[in-house]
């Protein structure tokens, strides 16, 4: 199955760099949403993230990571250092396509996937089948769940990518050489020549 993954990236930057990769992701998310593109994040947002994915399951616009694809810069007189004179902060954003099987890197027998009924919204099709999935690493008893979708099948992908997201965070080691490229993603970021540019809390772009 190949998927398309979204990844922000604060490098070796500070906290501002890092506050700023949550309020990034929401904003692309959002513009996503206007272009019918559904991405997902594969682990929960915090304020201060060193790095943060999306997948998509369907392929992502070219148009659309034209527009992204790079440096991002944020102009913001910190509140965290406000002190500090720095006022230019710099994420880097990367697109990967990821071509694995459905159960890449694990043993069958160390996962127990189970499926319930969906609460969330989606309207009334999502509720009428246990179409959410929630499958937990036997080993360690970490646990991924998804209902994002209407398809049992894409849930159950999309909860083994969020599973495999956590147990790489856990042992901040890759699997494979996929995986290593994008763990190297954090440690390269050019600050020139940004591809858009935002300003202020809430960031707003500048035009």
């Known amino acids: 199955m190949a998927y398309d993954i979204l990844q922000i990236s604060a490098g070796q930057g500070p906290l501002e760099c890092r506050k700023f990769i949550a309020l990034l992701g929401e904003i692309i998310r959002k513009e996503a949403q206007n272009n019918n593109i559904a991405l997902q994040p594969l682990s929960g947002l915090s304020e201060f993230m060193g790095s943060l994915r999306f997948v998509s399951i369907e392929s992502i616009p070219e148009e659309f990571k034209k527009r992204w694809e790079g440096t991002v810069q944020w102009i913001w007189k910190s509140t965290i250092r406000p002190h500090h004179q720095r006022k230019n902060w710099f994420v880097k954003i990367s697109f990967f396509r990821s071509e694995t099987d459905d159960l890449s890197g694990f043993k069958k027998e160390d996962l127990k996937i189970e499926t319930f009924r969906s ?54 080691s890759a699997r494979n050489a996929e995986t290593s490229a994008l763990w190297l993603e954090h440690y390269r970021l050019e600050r020139g020549n940004p591809v858009r540019v935002f300003a202020g809390l809430p960031p707003k772009e500048k035009r």
Do not use: F, M, W, Y
């Open 119 to 172: 609460s969330g919204a989606g309207g009334q099709h999502i509720n009428k089948t246990d179409s959410a999935v929630r499958i937990t690493h036997l080993p360690t008893g970490i646990q991924a769940t998804a209902s994002d979708e209407r398809s049992q099948i894409r849930n159950r992908e999309l909860a083994l990518l969020r599973l495999q997201e956590q147990l790489q965070s856990r042992t901040q």
